[in-house]
Nanobody
Framework: VQLQASGGGLVQAGGSLRLSCAAS????????VSWFRQAPGKQREFVAG????????RYVDSVKGRFTVSRDKFKNTVDLQMNSLKPEDTALYYC????????????WGQGTLVTVSS
């Protein structure tokens, strides 16, 4: 599985950004694709994830109600719509994939930087 993230940028607090993770490979239906982020000086954390079928989603509590993860079956992308952005959302965002019953994410894309100014 190959992943390529895009869509980061600079936005003011309260604004919106949409990240996109382009995925390619065989049997994607067997995978979950998720977004992680790592802020300066902090550990990487899970943000949101979706099964390739689109039937199940998960979010970290801090983004619930503000972020929406979705899959575009025509573009083969997993998108993260981020609204009501806060300065604490500033981080390098990565997309990653794992087989549904695996414990670890084995496939990672490059990061895309999101900076939220106050």
């Amino acid at each position: 599985v190959q992943l390529q993230a895009s869509g980061g940028g600079l936005v003011q607090a309260g604004g919106s950004l949409r990240l996109s993770c382009a995925a390619s490979g065989r049997n994607l239906i067997q995978y979950m694709v998720s977004w992680f982020r790592q802020a300066p000086g902090k550990q990487r954390e899970f943000v949101a994830g979706i099964t390739w079928s689109g039937q199940a989603t998960r979010y970290v509590d801090s983004v619930k109600g503000r972020f929406t993860v979705s899959r575009d079956k025509f573009k083969n992308t997993v998108d993260l719509q981020m609204n009501s952005l806060k300065p604490e959302d500033t981080a390098l965002y990565y997309c990653a994939a794992k087989v549904l019953d695996a414990s670890n994410f084995g496939y990672w894309g490059q990061g895309t930087l999101v900076t939220v100014s106050s």
